[in-house]
């Protein structure tokens, strides 16, 4: 059974990069049946994708913070991270990581696993 | 983009049926899954691929999805089903989450 651990920083400045690192243990991240995923939640609102990335590297992003974000891979420490620059108030949520188990065509991926999330709050 | 649209709230008495809906252009054509997340919880995975339940699932929750709607639909629903829920569905390679449905069960 996998476990994710979110880690990081819980305060930051506008304008300040957010830096969280997801710790995957119970598997491998290197597992070819799972993509890796950072979702974020607002205080008191819905779920926000932010994006996923494969082992070797490949990555999507929600295009509305493409601009914003880089997810990174560190097989040999068994970690994914984010980050996003030039944080405002409207960044500050809870962050979760995710495994994304499936096979095959993205319409089978799920989101099978997740962290227990960490809340960044943006204030000055 | 693609947008998945769900009831904010929705109320029902313990024992009764709750249907959570999921609205989405030609939203039959993609599977669909459904998070329950418990108030200061993480979401957890009720529903994949439509209609598949993962282990350690309860057998009242089940998924159906066809034509521009899928539903979630819990059958004897009891006071620990009280949680919000969302739907997800993949638009390309983008992942796309409804804006959530606040279950009351009272």
């Known amino acids: 059974q996998l476990q994710l651990q979110e880690s990081g920083p819980g305060q930051l400045k506008p304008s300040e990069t957010l830096s969280l690192f997801c710790t995957v243990s119970g598997g491998s991240i290197s597992s070819s049946s799972y993509y890796w995923g950072w979702i974020r939640q607002p205080p008191g609102k819905g779920l926000e994708w932010i994006g996923s990335?494969?082992?070797?590297?490949?990555?999507y992003y929600n295009p509305s913070l493409k601009s914003r974000v880089t997810i990174s891979v560190d097989t040999s420490k068994n970690q994914f991270s984010l980050r996003l620059s030039s944080v405002t108030a409207a960044d500050t949520a809870v962050y979760y990581c995710?495994?994304?188990?499936?096979?095959?065509?993205?319409?089978?991926?799920?989101?099978?696993?997740w962290g227990q999330g960490t809340l960044v709050t943006v204030s000055s | 983009s693609y947008e998945l649209t769900q009831p904010p709230s929705l109320s029902v008495s313990p024992g009764q049926t709750a249907s959570i809906t999921c609205s989405g252009d030609k939203l039959g054509d993609k599977y669909v899954c459904w998070y329950q997340q418990r108030p200061g919880q993480s979401p957890v995975l009720v529903i994949c691929q439509d209609y598949k339940r993962p282990s350690g699932i309860r057998e009242r929750f089940s998924g159906s999805n066809s034509g521009n709607t899928a539903t979630l639909t819990i059958s004897g629903t009891q006071a620990m089903d009280e949680a919000d829920y969302y739907c997800q569905a993949w638009d390309s390679s983008t992942v796309v989450f409804g804006g959530g449905t606040k279950l009351t069960v009272l």
């Open positions: 990335i494969y082992y070797t590297g490949g990555t």
């Open positions: 995710a495994a994304i188990y499936g096979s095959g065509s993205w319409e089978g991926y799920y989101f099978d696993y």
